[in-house]
């Protein structure tokens, strides 16, 4: 007995789950328009007949066979498809479908970690007890998000969180995939290489020049050559994965639920500009934080207190998850008029931003510039880091920081 059966031997005792939603912002659509099926549906900007910019968020399956794919611009969709319908994104019905599908996850098991806005890891190991084995686990998940949610999902399931990853991508749409521990090595077999994690274009030339094809392969590479072409670690690694050894546990962790900011006046503030002012600034400063935390949420709430501590608050949803004070503000504002019906003088106003998803994610929604919006937000943060949040503000914000007003705390992080 070597070391990889004795660690196999240790992995096979757990269950791992990977469910995977298929062709998430597509299928929301068709499921919310039944008009749709059966077409072609390409969630992204608008193609503007074939002059538009941005990218693809999603796209059916019926999309699919015209070749076009997420991350594609829409453009180039546009061309493959001209009948195609076009959708914006409705980032808000996103989130909500996304968060009702992780609630259903968390009856199966403790242990849920979600990778992204349609995709998680279950740790199911002790809950077949109660639920049955992993496939039994996986084939009611499967009918509860079909009857609950009018969605599919493809699931994978294995003893370690890359082989079940694999397994859910590999009969994609409504897929079951179950490798039992000791299929592990025939199933690696049938990978290309190209699935093998974190091996990228380069890696997979090398491994073509060593006459690799599948996963199952590399085992059969004596490890002093593999150690030769990729180095030390990365060998280790590869090795490792086309053993099936795969350490990484489902880490359930406590999402973040809201980023956010408030602040009591010292005297209540009759005036609305420097109500309106004040907010501003809270809005720079929850955006800073938002992208320290490498966060981007699709909901934002204003809060406000008049000088008779009635309290108000007002939500509202963004079409694609925010992280600037440029995308932010405008709706932070517009809630704020909103939520001030009164005449009253104002104690306290706050701003936070919730709904987040993975950034993997929030790429694909990204207008064109955004990026440039983006260095730019992340050169005035350095400089804030550096010199205080006083140092820059736009303008309009540095008069809202007199001693005036007395900063409560700051964040109301959950
Ligand atoms: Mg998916």
């Known amino acids: ?48 007949g074939g002059r538009g910019r ?64 349609d995709e998680a890891f279950l740790d199911v190991t002790a809950s077949t007890r109660l639920f049955g084995d992993g496939e039994r686990i996986a084939r009611e998940i499967k009918r509860v998000v079909r009857e609950e949610e009018r969605l599919t999902a493809s699931i994978g399931v294995a003893p370690v969180k890359f082989v079940a990853k694999i397994a859910s991508d590999f009969d994609k749409p409504d897929g079951l995939v179950v490798v039992a521990p000791g299929d592990i090595r025939e199933f690696l077999g049938r990978v290309p290489i190209e699935s093998l994690w974190g091996a990228g274009p380069k890696a997979v030339d090398r491994f073509h020049g060593l006459g690799v094809r599948t996963i199952g392969d590399v085992a059969g590479v004596p490890r002093e050559r593999l150690r030769d072409v990729f180095g030390a670690k990365s060998a280790e690694h590869f090795w490792r994965l086309a053993h099936g050894l795969d350490d990484r546990r489902v880490e359930p962790h406590q999402e973040r639920k809201s980023v956010g900011k408030e602040t009591t006046f010292l005297e209540d503030v009759g005036d609305r500009e420097e109500v309106e002012t004040t907010l501003l600034a809270l809005t720079e400063s929850v955006a800073r ?24 608050t007002r939500q509202a949803g963004l079409n694609q998850p925010a992280d600037t004070v440029e995308e932010i503000w405008p709706l932070a ?16 106003v706050g701003v936070a931003v919730s709904g987040f998803e993975s950034d993997a994610q929030m790429t694909l929604f ?7 919006g983006r260095k730019i937000a992340q050169a005035l943060d350095a400089v804030a880091d550096r010199f205080g949040e006083r140092a820059i503000g736009r303008g309009r914000t540095r008069a809202a920081n007199k001693p005036r007003r007395s900063p409560s705390g700051g964040g109301r992080s959950q």
Not at 63 to 76: D, E, K, L, N
Not at 293 to 309: I, M, N, P, S, Y
Not at 333 to 348: E, N, P, T
């Open 1 to 48: 007995m070597d070391e990889t059966s004795e660690r196999q031997g240790e992995a096979a005792g757990r269950t791992v789950l990977h469910v995977d939603l298929d062709a998430f912002f597509a299928s929301v659509e068709l499921r919310d328009d039944p008009t749709l099926r059966g077409k072609p549906v390409v969630v992204g900007g608008d193609p503007k």
């Open 54 to 117: 941005g990218v693809v968020a999603a796209a059916s399956y019926e999309a699919r066979r015209f070749g076009i794919h997420s991350a594609m611009p829409v453009s180039q969709a546009y061309r493959r498809c001209p009948q195609a319908v076009f959708l914006r994104p409705r980032g808000a019905e996103y989130a909500a479908t996304s968060a009702r599908f992780m609630k259903i996850l968390e009856r199966y098991s403790d242990l849920v970690q979600a990778i992204s806005i």
């Open 289 to 312: 934080r938002l992208r320290k935390k490498e966060l981007a949420g699709h909901t934002v709430t204003v809060k406000l207190r008049t000088a008779d501590f009635h309290t108000v």
């Open 333 to 348: 504002r517009d809630l704020l008029r909103k939520a001030d019906c009164s005449h009253q003088a104002i104690r306290l």
């Open 366 to 372: 990204a207008p064109p510039g955004r990026d440039k």
